[in-house]
């Protein structure tokens, strides 16, 4: 009878306890960290005061000196570092929204692509995406950069799409809108248009849900997005003027410029990110169970109302959290624009930690802004995951 | 009277519109006419791709030829296409960079010994697989390091110490137990044999700086060193994201997710323009090693989370098994739960061993010439200047990243198709 009662665990001495064993293990590890540190920092200090270098942020106050070929916002040369390095925050920014939404589209058509019946375009997707994905991104990034400058014209012998864009060595020129004043209510307008929109399509789904009645939806809300503000555009008398670029001596005045070593980062990131995607979406779809595919058949839908209804949101499930991680991807490999000379947040770095030769402040920033985005992604991937997680029994 | 056939009918060819080659064309590719439409962009597409391509590189390529002049089109008369006398010229720096011609015996040698111990370990058959593990993983290091570095003081210090260790595990070698006695005494000779070879005349090896490497043998150092280095380390990074301990996981996760949040770039500045500073001067590192310890602590961040989700794979009965029988933690871990997990994650670590080899790319932001820095260094001669000069070289560079990474894919495909059906349920 005795042997049944659970007994308490032998007394071991304290040096084997794994309790206070563990406490021991963390006390030394953080010990050695701690003096680790403390070296790194001493060194660090003696070899900052050799090279006359002042550690802080206040290098950050200092003339630029040096110009940016593409500025979001006003910079001219006169201006601070700190303003440099915000403009080449905002060129980061900007690549990384672009190439997301582009390289998502292509990466879902390349996807799809590959699961085709069509053999020929089956097999197109596939050595797409092998290339794609076995060739390295700086040399993929540095072959499209070349290519653009070698085989786009001289301003003279600009390529032009009617009067409106010019392509040449130069860059990409499209019109520059002039606002009036009154734009901002054809904005507003088209923000009223996509809440009206989103409303309506809600309700529409409502409605159908619970009476099954089906309410029109396209034209609805293409009137509400498209339509509405163009009438308030017309009605407030245009208030946008065109500017045309034009050639006026060797090179293209007027416009707005898009210089090719944006355009070539572009195409390289999202070439390079939609071979990704692709692999992810395709394995999305395949993940979804063939039995709904037959049951949703045997039920007389469409194949397309399948796809939509059925098979992607399920679909979803499985591609939205390593399709996060490839936005994120996307976000630090534009990094590379340092390669081929666009001012992202990495080029216009360097040439500060050049000049001002604060290598650890600069690191530091990099790291700070890099990981704000990271945990941002993560965080939306996190609240996404709940939100879609399969509430089991 | 039969109602049941007693004997088994052959099986019949297939009805004729069902089998065929033709039936396949019909079915896959003009079953529509949007099917139609898509199969003849498709086929053109290809065909101008291949078009450009052959014609580029074959048809109108310029084969031989001495300097410009055989690849300009005036020149020739004839359209020129690529030029490959450039690269034929251009070969020996493309490959080493800069290293001492007359040493260049030694990279191959280099090169021809690291195949030798890793073939055998790639393909699943061949015995012996730890021991051509050490041979690979901890022996070949050595090996390489001093035939590509040469002699310098480091390497003299490393002989002696081989020296030392080798009689140490020699007397060792007397007392251990005897199932252990033959890997003691072959570990102990290989150290003597190195300390022998070392004095006996290879020792004079001529030191060659690593600012002199350049090439595709850099891009190897470093995607091989990055790997082979990361792995110890990022195993116990990823034991220490396990970890129960607070202070070891905070570390853990600390370190890995800082890693993985910043692109390799600002790891690469990080490494060669921070770290100076926490070094003191007399041991400052250079270039190459510099982008080698940053390339290592990106790949042990990586490679630690890969190596979690096998750790995760392991059924817990495994660890409480190896608990029950009463094995240490260190044990359990290296004789039953590591063992494992390491098998099953061998494709990942393929995969991110092909995704550093094309990140070596990016050491030319920091002034290391790897293939694609030589590429670019070689534009500059105006011995080779022509308007096809730029594509050739791209043609050339693609070529040999596409072979070498869509092999090492295909390896890995290979492998967990391997694994899988060893573990398939079904």
Redesign the interface.
Same mark, same amino acid.
């Given at each position: 009878m005795a042997d049944y009662i659970a007994e308490k665990p032998p007394k071991v001495p304290f040096y084997n306890d794994p309790f206070y064993r563990?406490i021991l293990?963390?006390l030394a *590890?953080?010990v050695i960290?701690a003096f680790l540190g403390y070296?790194?920092y001493d060194?660090?200090r003696?070899?900052?005061a050799?090279q006359n270098l002042v550690t802080g942020f206040n290098f950050l106050q200092n003339t630029a000196g040096f110009q940016i070929p593409q500025a979001l916002i006003p910079y001219h040369e006169g201006m601070s570092y700190g303003r440099a390095f915000v403009v080449s925050i905002l060129n980061t920014l900007l690549v990384a929204v672009i190439g997301v939404f582009f390289a998502t589209i292509l990466g879902f058509a390349v996807g799809v692509a590959r699961l085709?019946?069509?053999?020929?375009?089956a097999r197109?997707a596939y050595w797409y995406v092998?290339?794609i994905?076995?060739?390295? *991104?700086?040399?993929q990034l540095?072959?499209w950069y070349?290519v653009l400058i070698?085989v786009l014209p001289a301003p003279r012998d600009s390529l032009a799409i009617s009067d409106l864009i010019f392509v040449n060595q130069r860059g990409l020129y499209v019109p520059d809108f002039f606002d009036s004043g009154l734009f901002k209510f054809v904005l507003g307008a088209l923000v009223l248009g996509l809440l009206a929109a989103v409303f309506w399509n809600k309700n529409v789904t409502k409605k159908q849900e619970t009476t099954g009645q089906q309410l029109p939806r396209l034209l609805p809300t293409l009137g509400l997005i498209v339509v509405f503000p163009l009438l308030v555009y017309f009605a407030l008398g245009q208030p946008l003027t065109i500017e045309k670029p034009a050639l006026s001596g060797f090179n293209i005045r007027g416009g707005i410029s898009v210089i090719p070593e944006l355009v070539a980062l572009l195409i390289g990131l999202v070439t390079y990110t939609a071979g990704f995607i692709a692999e992810i979406v395709r394995s999305g779809i395949q993940a979804v169970n063939y039995g709904q595919t037959e049951a949703g058949r045997s039920l007389g839908l469409q194949e397309g109302k399948i796809l939509n209804l059925i098979v992607i949101p399920q679909a979803l499930r499985v591609i939205v959290p390593p399709l996060t991680s490839q936005f994120l991807n996307l976000a630090?490999?534009s990094?590379?624009a340092?390669?081929i000379g666009y001012p992202d947040m990495?080029s216009v770095g360097?040439t500060i930690?050049n000049q001002s030769g604060q290598?650890?402040e600069v690191?530091a920033m990099?790291?700070a802004v890099?990981?704000t985005i990271?945990?941002t992604i993560s965080l939306f991937m996190n609240w996404y995951n709940a939100k879609i997680a399969l509430v089991e029994r | 009277m039969n109602y049941v056939s007693t004997k088994i009918l052959e099986a019949q060819p297939a009805p004729d519109g069902t089998v065929g080659a033709w039936v396949w064309v019909r079915k896959n590719l003009i079953s529509s006419p949007l099917n139609i439409i898509l199969t003849l962009i498709g086929l053109y597409a290809i065909y101008k791709l291949f078009y450009v391509l052959i014609n580029f590189g074959i048809v109108t390529a310029v084969w031989t030829g001495e300097d410009r002049d055989a690849c300009l089109a005036d020149k020739i008369g004839r359209e020129v296409g690529a030029c490959w006398p450039y690269v034929h010229a251009k070969f020996g720096q493309f490959m080493y960079g800069f290293y001492t011609h007359e040493e260049r015996w030694r990279v191959n040698v280099t090169g021809l010994l690291g195949l030798l111990f890793l073939v055998p370990l790639l393909i699943p058959k061949v015995p012996y697989k730890t021991l051509n593990a050490v041979l690979f993983f901890v022996i070949y290091p050595f090996i390489a390091f001093y035939l590509l570095v040469g002699k310098i003081p480091f390497t003299t210090t490393l002989a002696y110490i081989s020296l030392f260790a080798s009689i140490a595990v020699l007397v060792y070698a007397i007392f251990a137990p005897t199932n252990k006695r033959l890997w003691v005494a072959f570990g102990a000779s290989l150290l003597i044999a190195f300390y022998v070879l070392f004095y006996m005349g290879l020792g004079a090896l001529p030191h060659v700086e690593s600012s002199r490497w350049g090439g595709f043998l850099v891009s190897l150092v470093v995607a091989i060193t990055g790997i082979v280095v990361s792995m110890p380390v990022s195993i116990m990074l990823a034991l220490g994201r396990r970890s129960r301990l607070p202070v070891v996981r905070f570390f853990s996760v600390g370190f890995i997710e800082l890693i993985r949040g910043v692109p390799l770039i600002t790891v690469l500045f990080f490494a060669t323009y921070v770290l100076p500073f926490f070094i003191p001067r007399e041991w400052s590192p250079d270039g190459l090693l510099r982008v080698l310890i940053g390339v290592s602590l990106f790949s042990a961040a990586y490679l630690a989370e890969i190596i979690r989700g096998g750790l995760q794979a392991i059924p817990k009965g495994q660890f409480e098994g190896a608990q029950a029988l009463g094995l240490s933690y260190s044990k359990m871990m290296g004789l039953i739960v590591l063992p494992q997990a390491l098998k099953h994650v061998i494709p990942g670590i393929v995969n991110t061993f092909i995704g550093l080899f094309k990140d070596t790319t990016l050491v030319i932001i920091v002034s290391i010439l790897d293939l694609l820095g030589v590429l670019r260094a070689s534009f500059a001669d105006s011995k080779w200047s022509t308007p096809t000069t730029f594509f050739t070289a791209f043609l050339f560079a693609g070529i040999i990243y596409f072979v070498c990474c869509y092999a090492m894919s295909r390896y890995s495909i290979f492998v967990e198709n391997r694994l899988n059906t060893g573990h398939k349920r079904s």
């Amino acid at each position: 009878m005795a042997d049944y009662i659970a007994e308490k665990p032998p007394k071991v001495p304290f040096y084997n306890d794994p309790f206070y064993r563990g406490i021991l293990f963390q006390l030394a *590890l953080f010990v050695i960290v701690a003096f680790l540190g403390y070296q790194m920092y001493d060194n660090a200090r003696i070899n900052i005061a050799k090279q006359n270098l002042v550690t802080g942020f206040n290098f950050l106050q200092n003339t630029a000196g040096f110009q940016i070929p593409q500025a979001l916002i006003p910079y001219h040369e006169g201006m601070s570092y700190g303003r440099a390095f915000v403009v080449s925050i905002l060129n980061t920014l900007l690549v990384a929204v672009i190439g997301v939404f582009f390289a998502t589209i292509l990466g879902f058509a390349v996807g799809v692509a590959r699961l085709s019946k069509n053999w020929v375009v089956a097999r197109m997707a596939y050595w797409y995406v092998e290339f794609i994905r076995n060739l390295p *991104l700086l040399f993929q990034l540095i072959f499209w950069y070349l290519v653009l400058i070698n085989v786009l014209p001289a301003p003279r012998d600009s390529l032009a799409i009617s009067d409106l864009i010019f392509v040449n060595q130069r860059g990409l020129y499209v019109p520059d809108f002039f606002d009036s004043g009154l734009f901002k209510f054809v904005l507003g307008a088209l923000v009223l248009g996509l809440l009206a929109a989103v409303f309506w399509n809600k309700n529409v789904t409502k409605k159908q849900e619970t009476t099954g009645q089906q309410l029109p939806r396209l034209l609805p809300t293409l009137g509400l997005i498209v339509v509405f503000p163009l009438l308030v555009y017309f009605a407030l008398g245009q208030p946008l003027t065109i500017e045309k670029p034009a050639l006026s001596g060797f090179n293209i005045r007027g416009g707005i410029s898009v210089i090719p070593e944006l355009v070539a980062l572009l195409i390289g990131l999202v070439t390079y990110t939609a071979g990704f995607i692709a692999e992810i979406v395709r394995s999305g779809i395949q993940a979804v169970n063939y039995g709904q595919t037959e049951a949703g058949r045997s039920l007389g839908l469409q194949e397309g109302k399948i796809l939509n209804l059925i098979v992607i949101p399920q679909a979803l499930r499985v591609i939205v959290p390593p399709l996060t991680s490839q936005f994120l991807n996307l976000a630090k490999n534009s990094s590379l624009a340092v390669g081929i000379g666009y001012p992202d947040m990495v080029s216009v770095g360097q040439t500060i930690l050049n000049q001002s030769g604060q290598a650890i402040e600069v690191v530091a920033m990099w790291m700070a802004v890099y990981l704000t985005i990271s945990i941002t992604i993560s965080l939306f991937m996190n609240w996404y995951n709940a939100k879609i997680a399969l509430v089991e029994r | 009277m039969n109602y049941v056939s007693t004997k088994i009918l052959e099986a019949q060819p297939a009805p004729d519109g069902t089998v065929g080659a033709w039936v396949w064309v019909r079915k896959n590719l003009i079953s529509s006419p949007l099917n139609i439409i898509l199969t003849l962009i498709g086929l053109y597409a290809i065909y101008k791709l291949f078009y450009v391509l052959i014609n580029f590189g074959i048809v109108t390529a310029v084969w031989t030829g001495e300097d410009r002049d055989a690849c300009l089109a005036d020149k020739i008369g004839r359209e020129v296409g690529a030029c490959w006398p450039y690269v034929h010229a251009k070969f020996g720096q493309f490959m080493y960079g800069f290293y001492t011609h007359e040493e260049r015996w030694r990279v191959n040698v280099t090169g021809l010994l690291g195949l030798l111990f890793l073939v055998p370990l790639l393909i699943p058959k061949v015995p012996y697989k730890t021991l051509n593990a050490v041979l690979f993983f901890v022996i070949y290091p050595f090996i390489a390091f001093y035939l590509l570095v040469g002699k310098i003081p480091f390497t003299t210090t490393l002989a002696y110490i081989s020296l030392f260790a080798s009689i140490a595990v020699l007397v060792y070698a007397i007392f251990a137990p005897t199932n252990k006695r033959l890997w003691v005494a072959f570990g102990a000779s290989l150290l003597i044999a190195f300390y022998v070879l070392f004095y006996m005349g290879l020792g004079a090896l001529p030191h060659v700086e690593s600012s002199r490497w350049g090439g595709f043998l850099v891009s190897l150092v470093v995607a091989i060193t990055g790997i082979v280095v990361s792995m110890p380390v990022s195993i116990m990074l990823a034991l220490g994201r396990r970890s129960r301990l607070p202070v070891v996981r905070f570390f853990s996760v600390g370190f890995i997710e800082l890693i993985r949040g910043v692109p390799l770039i600002t790891v690469l500045f990080f490494a060669t323009y921070v770290l100076p500073f926490f070094i003191p001067r007399e041991w400052s590192p250079d270039g190459l090693l510099r982008v080698l310890i940053g390339v290592s602590l990106f790949s042990a961040a990586y490679l630690a989370e890969i190596i979690r989700g096998g750790l995760q794979a392991i059924p817990k009965g495994q660890f409480e098994g190896a608990q029950a029988l009463g094995l240490s933690y260190s044990k359990m871990m290296g004789l039953i739960v590591l063992p494992q997990a390491l098998k099953h994650v061998i494709p990942g670590i393929v995969n991110t061993f092909i995704g550093l080899f094309k990140d070596t790319t990016l050491v030319i932001i920091v002034s290391i010439l790897d293939l694609l820095g030589v590429l670019r260094a070689s534009f500059a001669d105006s011995k080779w200047s022509t308007p096809t000069t730029f594509f050739t070289a791209f043609l050339f560079a693609g070529i040999i990243y596409f072979v070498c990474c869509y092999a090492m894919s295909r390896y890995s495909i290979f492998v967990e198709n391997r694994l899988n059906t060893g573990h398939k349920r079904s």
